[in-house]
Nanobody, 119 residues
Framework: QVQLVESGGGLVQAGGSLRLSCVGS????????LGWYRQAPGKQRELVAA???????NYEDSVKGRFTISRDNAKNTVYLQMNSLKPEDTAVYYC?????????????WGQGTQVTVSS
């Protein structure tokens, strides 16, 4: 069983930055694909970014060049650095473990953290 705890969400003005963190338990965390997903009101959950155990990354088109996913296996932590935030980035962001780089979700989810970008 993998437990995930997210942090770092909040309210920010357009153009600002936030860094999300997700700390996981369990030794499998470091060998799994880690992903960040988001869900805006009235919309389906979508992949934002994913990173493999070797550091290969994949990004949703609208965040390329603005968001960076990274991982620290020694700390069982995955990060999402979000720069140049836009109001359309407003959503609940979820950490996911065990999926694929292409967006097939894994079995484990965090509780979600709210990101609100004001215009």
């Amino acid at each position: 069983q993998v437990q995930l705890v997210e942090s770092g969400g909040g309210l920010v003005q357009a153009g600002g930055s936030l860094r999300l963190s997700c700390v996981g338990s369990g030794s499998i965390f470091r060998i799994m694909v880690l992903g960040w997903y988001r869900q805006a009101p009235g919309k389906q959950r979508e992949l934002v970014a994913a990173i493999s155990s070797r550091g290969t990354t994949n990004y949703e088109d609208s965040v390329k060049g603005r968001f960076t996913i990274s991982r620290d296996n020694a700390k069982n932590t995955v990060y999402l650095q979000m720069n140049s935030l836009k109001p359309e980035d407003t959503a609940v962001y979820y950490c996911n473990v065990g999926g694929t780089l292409g967006g097939t979700v894994g079995a484990y989810w965090g509780q979600g953290t709210q990101v609100t970008v004001s215009s």
